[in-house]
């Protein structure tokens, strides 16, 4: 009989034995549907992370909240997505962090909007609407940004962009074999080396390794513009620029005393037979130690970049300086200077010689701090 007055119960007309029977056909298919689920999560993690993601998933869709967050969101969350990531487990991946309250709805903005998701790192925030969170990945809301130092070289700055995520192809293909004409900066140089400004710039998922490299060139024209540079005489001051950045410390009066040394070897009053025999230019060729030493074969190398048998400045910039470097080459101290070395590197104390005998003087003051501060080290 039903237990309640006018329902009826389906276990109406069934015997003891056929009611104990049914119950347990009924545990039975629970506890079916209990090792269906626990042997998913087992054969998901086989493979892995992702199969982790994937499980969590089956328990997320099962047993999870339903329903979504309304607005942009609260607090930033920082993310990365992993390579070869399906939606679904980028949505999972959502889920845990607490951006999204479930992946149905986040799956189904996806789908409707056909968004392609890509790897790399991004921000969210937490407690965002699906319709937020879609468009957060398609419209970054803080975009990563890749900051070039100064005194940088190319073969560094290609680096820097292909550890931001970018593909080592696109960066070869946006900087290889190219000069600034080939942005549109009318100067004549040999590459972009020194053309590529030092600067912080932001990312995103619309722009290429060429865009990005456009802005570095536009951004260069832009300070060579402000700067008051003619363009025809912009290679020779980027060029000397980019030795005195190198070549000297941050002291403005320091760089604009080398930026004068230089151009006095170059000169016809030159004491070096208009060599600036810079051990920079030579380390360009070669790849540069931490101090900047050459051996006496690298000095004898033929590049038109080896300052010790070739006059003058070299064909172009061996570095992005700054514009501190740059207003240093277009200010140059007032002197007779020749000679220059940095006798204290703790401090960039920085001796000036006229003569060469003056010189020598001041290089057994640099190895004596050199001799001293190799004996405390321990070597």
């Not at 995520?165 to 900087?175: H, L, R, Y």
């Not at 008051?228 to 000297?248: C, P």
């Amino acid at each position: 009989m039903s237990p309640f007055p006018g329902e009826f119960s389906e276990d109406e007309g069934l015997s003891r034995s056929e009611v104990r029977a049914k119950k347990r056909r009924r545990m039975m298919r629970r506890r079916r549907t209990t090792a269906i689920v626990v042997i998913c999560v087992l054969v998901f993690g086989i493979g892995g992370f992702f199969g982790v993601r994937a499980a969590g998933g089956v328990f997320e869709d099962l047993f999870g909240p339903k329903g979504d967050y309304e607005g942009t969101g609260t607090n930033e969350v920082s993310l990365d997505i992993p390579p070869g990531a399906s939606a679904r487990s980028v949505a999972n991946q959502l889920v845990e962090a607490g951006v999204i309250m479930n992946s149905e709805p986040f799956l189904d903005e996806v789908e409707k909007r056909k968004v392609t998701i890509n790897a790399g790192p991004v921000i969210m925030r937490e407690k965002m609407s699906s319709k937020a969170a879609v468009e957060a990945l398609v419209n970054p809301i803080k975009p990563p940004k890749i900051t070039i130092a100064e005194g940088r070289k190319i073969d560094q700055i290609k680096a820097t962009m292909i550890k931001s995520g970018m593909k080592a192809e696109e960066v070869d293909k946006a900087i290889d074999d190219k000069t600034p004409k080939d942005y549109g900066l009318d100067i004549e140089a040999p590459s972009l080396e020194g053309y590529l400004f030092p600067a912080t710039y932001d990312l995103n998922k619309e722009k290429t390794a060429e865009d990005v490299v456009s802005e570095m060139v536009n951004k260069t024209k832009s300070e060579i513009e402000d700067d008051g540079i003619d363009l025809k005489d912009a290679n020779r001051i980027m060029t000397l620029a980019s030795l005195v950045e190198i070549e000297s410390p941050g002291d403005e009066a320091v760089r604009k005393k080398v930026a004068r040394v230089f151009l006095n070897r170059i000169s016809k009053d030159s004491k070096t037979g208009q060599l600036l025999q810079s051990d920079a230019t030579v380390a360009y060729i070669h790849g540069a130690r931490g101090d900047l030493t050459t051996t006496k074969k690298e000095r004898e190398s033929d590049s038109p970049y080896n300052t010790y048998k070739k006059k003058g400045l070299p064909p172009g910039p061996i570095n992005s300086p700054s514009a501190g470097a740059v207003d240093a080459a277009l200010n140059p101290a007032k002197g007779d200077w020749q000679f220059f070395v940095a006798t204290n590197p703790d401090t960039g104390e920085t001796k000036f010689a006229k003569t060469y005998d003056e010189h020598r003087k001041n290089v057994e003051i640099y190895r004596k701090w050199l001799k001293d501060h190799t004996k405390d080290d321990g070597n």
